[in-house]
């Protein structure tokens, strides 16, 4: 997740979010759902 918010990879932090999301990291979660929305990730898609 850290990796994917610094790097600006909507890539990694989606591939975060699928596993935090399959494993109940309810809080890691959101925090890539925020990342993505306030564009952290650079170009999502």
Do not use: K, Q, T
Not at 16 to 28: E, I, P, Q, T, V
Request: proline share 0%; charged share 20%.
């Amino acid at each position: 997740m850290e990796y994917g918010i610094l790097a600006r990879s909507a890539a990694e932090l989606h591939r975060g979010l699928a596993l935090a999301d399959s494993c109940g990291a309810d809080g890691l979660v959101a925090r890539a759902r925020e990342a993505l929305a306030v564009g952290h990730a650079g170009h999502v898609g």
